[in-house]
């Protein structure tokens, strides 16, 4: 969003890049990455089965969901037969507060995020103050980095991480109006 982009910023954007890459590379190997994913298949993954199982879950409590902390308890009547363990959690942040909290309680927490990331990208565009645009790229990042994380995961069903996220969505409303 900036109006003039220096040539510097090009250069320390594209270095990182390319540095972040090599570095990678070293450490985990690029080949062995890439190998990984050309084994995985989805078909073999037990978590789409449990999305899937909860969906169902979900099917039968649209509006109002089943409740806090309810899905470890009521998952093993929605599970398909291939799915051996307990979980306790969905392992997609999506699933699990579709189940828990329904139509109703998504709605109101996606609103509160879509305002934030929004409150972010507004501050990013608007603000002069290198600042509050460098606290409005962040938050912009860490909020798009978690709803990027939640689809895989069940990270904000870690405390640490839920307070971590909500410090974040904070950022965003101090970067546009802070003084």
Known sequence: ??????????????????????????????????????????????????????????????LTGTGAGSFYAGFPRYRDAGVGGLYHHAHNDYVQFLVEYGAIGV????????????????????????????????????IVAMLIHSSVEFNLQISASAATFMVILALAWIALGLE
Do not use: N
Request: hydrophobic share 55%; no cysteine; charged share 20%.
């Open 1 to 62: 969003f900036a109006r003039h982009v220096t040539r510097g910023t090009v250069i320390l954007l594209a270095s990182l890049v390319i540095i972040d890459l090599f570095i990678l590379g070293a450490w985990f190997g690029i080949d062995k990455v890439a190998e990984r994913l050309e084994q995985t298949r989805v078909a073999a993954e037990d978590r789409v089965d449990v999305t899937r199982g909860g969906i169902g879950m979900w099917r039968d409590h649209v």
């Open 107 to 142: 709605a109101l927490l996606g609103a509160l995020v879509l305002l934030s990331l929004g409150a972010a990208v507004v501050a990013l565009r608007r603000r002069r103050d290198p600042l509050m645009r460098g606290l409005a790229f962040a938050a912009t990042m860490g």
